[in-house]
């Protein structure tokens, strides 16, 4: 039982573009909804992170749009760059219930020069 | 200065062999924590355990311990190694209630 699905699986942008990643999630007790970024031979790094409460998040080129009622939430990545080129994951959890993350299956991204 | 630091990087050991991983954070966090991703990227959670509470996932075998000699570090032990439990094993500590992970760069377990 998958918790956290995530989509697509592997995306391809040209740079400039906008790369967007979806997510999906079952568990209503969550409240804490971050995105990691994964380098090839590295550990994920945390890339911005949202509460249920608000419905939007920027940093810098890096938006999280949040839909409660759907149980949706998605990462937007505004003028990709080739450097943006990693696996993309988001993820869920109860951070007051043991804080553990439940990830998404990942989306591999390209971003073409 | 590494926040989250695991040892070893490369660990390639035979079936049926025990191993451990060891793993210690300087961020002063209280929470620890073990995850495994397979070869198709897709990370799950194994542990999460603070000086109170050790939370299991249940579908990890019972051949995998951690061990906390003090807050600052989590080692994972390993029984009887099987081939699936080739991965990449990460580390990562947070504050309980906060919510961000900062994770170790892994160990990349082969068992041939």
């Known amino acids: 039982q998958q918790q956290v699905k995530q989509s697509p699986q592997s995306l391809i942008v040209q740079k400039g573009g906008i790369s967007i990643i979806n997510c999906a999630y079952e568990?209503?007790?969550?409240?804490?909804f971050p995105w990691y970024q994964q380098f090839p031979g590295k550990g994920p790094a945390l890339l911005i992170a949202i509460r249920p409460d608000v419905s939007e998040k920027k940093e810098g080129r890096f938006t999280i749009s949040f839909n409660k009622s759907a149980k949706q939430f998605s990462l937007h990545i505004m003028d990709s760059q080739p450097g943006d080129s990693a696996t993309y994951f988001c993820?869920?959890?109860?951070?007051?219930?043991?804080?553990?993350?439940?990830f998404g299956g990942g989306t591999r991204l390209m971003v073409k020069p | 200065d590494t926040a989250v630091s695991q040892t070893p990087k490369y660990l390639v050991t035979q079936m049926g062999n025990d191993k451990s991983i060891k793993c210690e954070q300087n961020?002063?966090?209280?929470?620890m924590y073990w995850y495994k991703q397979d070869s198709k990227k897709f990370l799950k959670i194994m542990f999460s355990?603070?000086?109170?509470?050790?939370?299991i996932n249940e579908t990890v075998p019972n051949r995998f311990s951690p061990k906390s000699p003090d807050k600052a570090h989590l080692n994972l032990h390993i029984n009887s190694l099987e081939l699936g439990d080739s991965a990449v094993y990460f580390c990562a500590s947070s504050h309980q209630g906060l919510g961000g992970y900062t994770f170790g760069s892994g160990t990349r377990l082969t068992v041939v």
């Open positions: 961020l002063g966090h209280d929470t």
């Open positions: 355990y603070n000086n109170k509470e050790l939370i």
């Open positions: 568990n209503t007790a969550f409240d804490y």
């Open positions: 993820a869920a959890s109860i951070r007051n219930a043991g804080n553990m993350l439940t």
